[in-house]
């Protein structure tokens, strides 16, 4: 591998109708649900902020799922789709046949509203990961910003971090409580941020972190996922105060405070 090569994994997207293992509450906002099933044979990730789509059962408890062509997801005429969102898969156990995923439980959305109600046999169909971003293990350092949302794949790429490497953490949380333990075996340094009731859009926590933040010695990548505008002026940031390449940083939108906010 060249130095820093980031990589990027395409795959055939399968529909997988699971069945809930164990559900249980991490933190106050946390709700981890572990899945399994025989479908779940073949299931692939390979990024720690890979992405899955979760199919949900509609109003009328059934599940209706896209037809995937060129031209996109097409669902059949005259039927209510599935709700679907996005999920980072916190950890998969091929022997055991498990796959586990974080909710965060924030108002009545059709995932939070599932996940606190899910009980042990209730299904869910997983599709995915179609594709996988695999950024090199030869930095010097990795900077990981997030709010609650990115808890999951921050807490998975600190897991599969290597030994010599180096870790600077930004997280951002509703309250104290919803911190959680973060392995690794890398150097890892954390800094928590409550809101504590403070709106999640407008915060700037992580931001004024950032403008305080000396750069490590040595080649740096930064990770940045939360809210979709607050992670593109944290990029920008990045970009042009830091003077960071462009390729040495991956921010994304993981939710969208204003529909009309563009990624």
Not at 67 to 85: C, H, I, K, L
Not at 215 to 230: H, K, L, M, V
Request: hydrophobic letters at 40%.
């Amino acid at each position: 591998m060249s130095l820093h090569e980031t990589r990027t994994l395409r795959r055939a997207v399968h529909f997988r109708q699971l069945q809930v293992v164990r559900s249980e509450r991490l933190t106050p906002n946390m709700q981890r649900i572990i899945v399994g099933g025989d479908a779940l044979a073949g299931f692939e990730s390979a990024a720690p902020d890979d992405h899955v789509k979760l199919f949900f059962p509609n109003a009328d408890g059934v599940f209706v799922l896209p037809d995937v062509t060129g031209q996109g997801a097409r669902y059949p005429e005259g039927q209510q789709p599935s709700p679907a969102r996005d999920y980072t898969p916190r950890f998969y156990d091929a022997q055991a046949g498990e796959l586990v995923l974080d909710f965060v439980l924030h108002g009545d959305g059709a995932a939070a509203t599932w996940a606190s109600n899910a009980q042990p046999g209730d299904a869910l169909v997983v599709a995915g990961p179609r594709g996988s971003h695999v950024i090199a293990d030869d930095f010097d350092t990795y900077v990981l910003i997030g709010d609650e949302t990115a808890l999951p794949a921050i807490a998975r790429r600190l897991e599969e971090l290597r030994g010599h490497a180096l870790a600077e953490v930004f997280i951002e949380i509703p309250e104290e409580g919803d911190r959680q333990p973060l392995d690794s075996d890398a150097q890892v340094t954390v800094a928590w941020f409550e809101r504590n009731g403070f709106d999640a859009a407008s915060s700037t926590l992580l931001e004024d972190a950032l403008v305080d933040f000396e750069q490590p010695d040595g080649d740096t990548f930064y990770w940045i996922a939360c809210e979709s505008r607050r992670a593109r002026m944290m990029r920008k940031f990045i970009e042009g105060h830091l003077q960071v390449p462009e390729d040495w940083i991956r921010a994304t939108g993981y939710w969208k405070a204003h529909p009309e906010d563009a990624e």
